[in-house]
């Protein structure tokens, strides 16, 4: 785990807290020029500034949807069990391996700090794919223009030179101002979204479907889930629908399973990130807000108060 900014190096995970990532942004943005993998772990807090530091929110969603500098790819993860914490961080590794860009798994305080029995994790899983090209061709060139944006990734000292460069470049990494290049250059890393959206997990249906919805995501889903079943079993048809990805949104997937519902978002912001993600895609149309800023976390019992009013 590297504290910092994830440069030009080797691949890294980079842990940071709340106002940390502001300082992070340019690193966040390098990450996606460059095309090297940079997974990174935001544990949110009350803001703006430092806010209340050992509080707990879900403020920080839209920016880390549009940290940094200009258009790259880049995917979201927000685990709302330690099982997924787990498998999404692999997964993070994974994406941001696969298509060499940052990925960011969101948590919060309360997360963060939660302990919980639970069922063993598998302590042996298999090694994940770093993607590095063993044997690269003698005319091997970095940024090499492909179908889907992805170049092949070799490594300094590899037997060919490995340019790269935080300035727009050619395909074999230096700096050029030739602004056909910068339109190829930039449409190829872009064709990386197409990519990343077509492996967005989907939304979790819990328990099954229902007229009403609780939409959730990250650290929420035990809260919800718990007032599910209280308001389930006292016989109100209603379930949760938690999204274990925020970013990016595959629309017709995502409105699909808000389709004919009335939906209430719950989220630990003033301004309901998420959602209001959704709507921007297309994905939800009309909602209900349930949020919670104060700096707590949300319960069951807080949650079925404020639904019954």
């Known amino acids: 785990i590297v504290c910092g900014a994830a440069y030009a190096g080797a691949p890294a995970l980079t842990t940071t807290s709340g106002g940390g990532f502001a300082l992070m942004a340019e690193g966040v943005s390098l990450a996606g020029m460059l095309e090297v993998p940079a997974v990174i772990f935001l544990s949110q807090r009350p803001s703006p500034a430092t806010g209340l530091p050992t509080r707990t929110a879900q403020q920080d969603l839209l920016f880390a949807a549009f940290a940094g500098h200009g258009d790259f790819a880049r995917a979201i ?47 042996n899983p298999r090694p994940i794919d770093r993607r590095i090209l063993k044997k690269p061709p003698p005319d091997y060139v970095r940024y090499a223009v492909t179908g889907d944006g992805v170049s092949p990734r070799s490594i300094p000292g590899n037997g060919v030179f490995v340019i790269v460069d935080s300035d727009e470049h050619t395909p074999d ?30 939304p979790e249906i819990y328990p ?35 999204f274990p990805q925020v970013w990016p949104v595959n629309a017709p997937a995502a409105r699909a399973a808000l389709a004919n519902k009335k939906i209430t978002a719950v989220e630990g912001n003033c301004t309901a990130h998420f959602a209001s993600i959704l709507k921007m895609h297309g994905a939800l149309d009309d909602f ?20 019954a009013i």
Request: aromatic content about 8%; hydrophobic content about 40%.
């Open 77 to 123: 993860f927000a685990p709302g069990t330690f099982e997924q914490a787990f498998s999404l961080t692999r997964l993070a590794l994974e994406i941001a391996h696969e298509f060499q860009t940052p990925a960011i798994i969101m948590a919060d305080q309360f997360f963060t700090d939660l302990q919980k029995n639970t069922k063993p994790i598998n302590r």
């Open 288 to 307: 209900k807000s349930l949020l919670r800023y104060d700096g707590l976390p949300f319960t069951a019992s807080w949650i079925e108060r404020r639904l």
């Open 173 to 202: 990494g230096h700096i050029t101002e030739d602004l056909s290049i910068r339109v190829v250059m930039q449409d190829k890393r872009m064709r990386k979204s197409e990519g990343v959206t077509s492996k967005v997990l989907p």
């Open 208 to 242: 099954c479907e229902a007229r009403e919805a609780l939409l959730c995501w990250g650290s929420t889903y035990g809260p919800c889930r718990e007032a599910i079943d209280n308001m389930r079993a006292a016989g109100r048809d209603i379930c949760l629908i938690h």
